[in-house]
């Protein structure tokens, strides 16, 4: 099996910093992109940011200069700085991790279980 467990989320006043943490256990062989989704109420699932297993990261411009993903391949671990918070940036953060499992071999994509941020204005 494999578990994501992310922390980190909270309430936050706008122009405050979050940083959210996911991490990925079980039987992992490799782990290649991992990834932060995001989703408001009332509005569809969203990428926000993600990088490559081999550092390579891309944001949605809304979070661009205010977001920093990054990862930490020893600990199987994606993280998430949010700086310069907004309202707008208020909903559920969803990490998201592309891997080979051991036991499989096979390239299958995991979800952790959801963290709200609130960003108060």
């Known amino acids: 099996q494999v578990q994501l467990v992310e922390s980190g989320g909270g309430l936050a006043q706008a122009g405050e910093s979050l940083r959210l943490s996911c991490a990925a256990s079980?039987?992992?062989?490799?782990?290649?992109?991992m990834g932060w989704y995001r989703q408001a109420p009332g509005k569809q699932r969203e990428l926000v940011a993600y990088?490559?297993?081999?550092?390579?990261?891309n944001y949605v411009d809304s979070v661009k200069g205010r977001f920093t993903i990054s990862r930490d391949n020893a600990k199987n671990t994606v993280y998430l700085q949010m700086n310069s918070l907004e309202p707008e940036d208020t909903a559920v953060y969803y990490c998201?991790?592309?891997?080979?499992?051991?036991?499989?071999?096979?390239?299958?994509?995991?979800w952790g279980q959801g963290t709200q941020v609130t960003v108060s204005s």
């Open positions: 998201n991790v592309y891997l080979i499992r051991i036991r499989s071999g096979v390239l299958s994509d995991y």
């Open positions: 079980g039987d992992i062989f490799t782990i290649n992109r």
């Open positions: 990088i490559t297993s081999g550092g390579s990261t």
